[in-house]
Structures are given as C-alpha cells and as structure tokens.
C-alpha cells in the first residue's frame, strides 16, 4: 500500500515537470522542513543530483532567499569581549548549533548576510573555499547589474563537488549576476617548479593582478585537528598533517599554513600552494573571516595575529572559547617560522 501511494506521488510530481509549483515544493521541503535532498529525491521522483541543481537554481535565480532578521541579543556581550581583546573592527557571533552538529552552515549564512549588506554595488569580493563558503552563498541577496566581480583566491579541486573553489566562486558569481575570476590551477602543485610555472601563467597571473582591487575578502579557516575536511575531502594525507603539526602548523588561512603565532611554517606544502602571497592578501581593505567550531579556534587566532582578520564571525562556542584565552598582540608577521 505504501509503494503504491508512493507511485502515485511520483507520478503527481512528474507531472508538474520544472514548473514553479515543483520548485516551490522542493524549496519548501529544503529550507523550511530541513529534509536532505536525497530524501527530497525520493519524495518527487528525481535524482538528488537534479534537487541539488534546482535549489542552486532557484538561489542563483532569486526564487529562493535567506535572511536573518535580527540580532541575537545572548550573543551581544560576546561580540563586544572579542572586538576589544582581539583588536577587531567588528564581531558577529551567532548561536552555536546542538553538540554534534555542523557550525559551518550557521556561521556561512550569517557571513553571507554580512557580505550582502556590506559588498558595495561595484566592489570586488575575493574569497576561498570550503563548507563555510559554500554555506554563505546560500544567505547571498540577488543581485542584477551591480557590475560585482568575484575573485577566487586559490586553485582548485579535479573533483567538481559544493566545496570546491571553482563551484564555491560560481554560486556566488551566479547571486551576484558578477563577472568570475577563477585560478585556474590545481589547490596544490606537484612541484615547486611546476608552481612557479603556474603563477607565471597567463590565466593565473590574470587573477593575481585582480587582488590588489579586492574590495572585501571571505575567508574560511581550515583546521589541522582528526576532524579537518583536509581529511575528509581527501586533499591532504594522516600522513602530510601530521607533518604539518610537527612543523608547528595549526591551521591554512587563505592558501597559507600558519603557526599559533600567525607565522607562515617552513614546510614543503606551503612552497606548493597556488594562492596570493600573504602580504598581497593583508592589503584587502576589509577582510572577513567565517569560522566556527572549537576545533578552529586555534587558526583563528592566528589568522588575527597574522593581520588576517579586520571581521570575524564565529558562533558562541569558539567565541566564548576565544574570550577566555585572552588578548594577543595583533599586526602583519611576515617572516616565515624557521
């Protein structure tokens, strides 16, 4: 009986084809009832892979739009703590999600609203990658000839997935009706040779001279814990991180390895990384960045001793995490870790 009604559902959502009412259906059951889209899948009979492209899509389109409405008066005190420890010119931390669950999407939507209010109509936005980026492209307002550009400030990933660079900078070219700048090069090189090669290259140098106009930068932390999505996503080995720690990494900031004193380690991954040289990265006006998660309060304090950071947005956990350790001294270190 269960399969037949099924059936039937399908065959009714089938015949709505790609119309508004099926958009709607499968925006509703996404973003307001929170269902997965392989659950949404099987309730209207398509492939996930055709969900997940409705509901870029129907964002990409304007059909679709998130938005947080007000502040969130428990977490005030903490934005007021960490601006004044830590030197910042402004703070927003949201609540933290229930034990277990994923900060990325929450810390991502409010970094996508900050980025809307504060993007200028014809400013450059610069931005890296990851779960967090990929969730703030989902709170971006739709936009129609802003004249916007986006930059991408590292390479990419050969497996198309929502978190590789490339797709991360197209969801928000897409919003932003933006012209797109990708590097296009791989996220990490086979050989130093074979980097200097590629940031000599036409297409990448292309992209290099785009950062210097950099209005506003997104950046996400990545983390060198057992839960890293270096990990995870297979981009690094248990074997290459390990190395890393050991050489006193604790985190990667905008294609750079850093140490808890906000220093660039001396370590073979960082001679192999296609990405703007830290200090060309500095001289972006405003620089954003959205990182939540204990396991990540470690880079991003040494993204602010780095002079990484000028906005942070965080949730209550590694806010509150980040109070109780106490101020650092803040400013630009350029000199690598020996």
Known sequence: MKKRHRRDAIVEFASLGDSPQLRARICWYYFQEGQTQEA?????????????????EARASGFVQVSINSPVGACIELEAQLAESYGLAEVIVVPAPLPGHDERPVVGLAAGEYISTT??????????????????????HYRKNTENVVVSLCGGLAKSTQINPYDNATMFAR???????????????????????LLTSTSVRTVLEWVPKIDVALLSAIDLTSDSKLLEYGILSAEQVLSLIDAGAVGDIAGHYLDVQGRRVSHALNALRVAPSLEAVRRIPKIVLA????????????????????VLITEERAAAALVEMGPISTGAISTERT
């Open 40 to 56: 949404i899948a099987k309730r209207v009979g398509l492939t996930r892979l055709r969900v997940n492209r409705m509901l870029n």
């Open 119 to 140: 993007l200028p109509a014809d400013g450059v936005l610069g931005m890296t990658w990851g779960g967090t980026i990929h969730a703030a492209a989902q709170a971006i």
């Open 175 to 197: 919003i932003l009706d933006a012209e797109c700048y990708y590097m296009t090069a791989p996220l990490i090189a086979d050989s130093e040779s074979m980097r200097d090669m």
């Open 291 to 310: 990182a939540g998660g204990l396991q990540k309060v470690a880079i991003i304090r040494a993204a602010i001793r780095a002079g990484l950071c000028h």
